[in-house]
């Protein structure tokens, strides 16, 4: 089994950037690829950005150039730094991993972009 626990989430002016964490409960060099997702009020939940075992990454059209998503072996955390952030960034971003087989998510961290 694998526990996901977000952190990071807040209030944010457009613009401004913010670091979510992921940490995982065992080492994220035994699990596949890992990424964040995000779900706004009223819309389906959307892939931002995913991450390699191996460390290549893919985006969304609409963070591209503006989030990273990276991972830490040694601490078993996922990373995804989010800049220029704007109003329609606005959600409840998860964590998410795949292993033996399972989809595990964490409990989702609050993400408000607002002046």
């Known amino acids: 089994q694998v526990q996901l626990v977000e952190s990071g989430g807040g209030l944010v002016q457009p613009g401004g950037s913010l670091r979510l964490s992921c940490a995982v409960s065992?080492?994220?060099?035994?699990?596949?690829?890992m990424g964040w997702y995000r779900q706004a009020p009223g819309k389906q939940r959307e892939l931002v950005a995913a991450i390699t075992s191996g460390g290549n990454t893919n985006y969304a059209d609409s963070v591209k150039g503006r989030f990273t998503i990276s991972r830490d072996n040694a601490k078993n955390t996922v990373y995804l730094q989010m800049n220029s952030l704007q109003p329609e960034d606005t959600a409840v971003y998860y964590c998410?991993?795949?292993?033996?087989?399972?989809?595990?998510w964490g409990q989702g961290t609050q993400v408000t972009v607002s002046s």
């Open positions: 065992r080492r994220i060099s035994s699990i596949g690829a």
């Open positions: 998410n991993a795949g292993f033996l087989g399972h989809i595990y």
